[in-house]
């Protein structure tokens, strides 16, 4: 049997688990919160204007379609840590790969 973590960040997890159980709302929600924390962390890091938008672009883009037989990226959120604190470290990690 797998390990499941328990999840210390409820809220977000179910937050989450409603964004991707296709409640446009919370979708919406999703980008207003976070989106413009996100770009502005990315540009404190070393992105330019254009790079960060490009960059959370993307990550939009991946935690809402998934390509064949692959969870889509939010599904892989497991409420370990804070919903915005796990958002950050992947697009500072996109932003290293870039």
């Not at 330019?48 to 064949?68: G, K, N, Q, Y």
């Amino acid at each position: 049997m797998p390990y499941q973590a328990t999840s210390s960040h409820e809220q977000d997890l179910n937050f989450a688990q409603s964004v991707l159980n296709v409640n446009s709302t919370a979708a919406a929600e999703l980008r207003s919160r976070y989106h413009g924390r996100i770009v502005a962390v990315l540009c404190a890091r070393g992105a330019s204007a254009t790079e960060a938008e490009d960059l959370v672009a993307d990550l939009w883009s991946d935690c809402f379609v998934a390509p064949p037989n692959r969870q889509t990226l939010l599904g892989k959120y497991q409420g370990r840590c804070a919903l915005e604190s796990w958002l950050l470290t992947v697009a500072t990690h996109r932003l290293i790969d870039l």
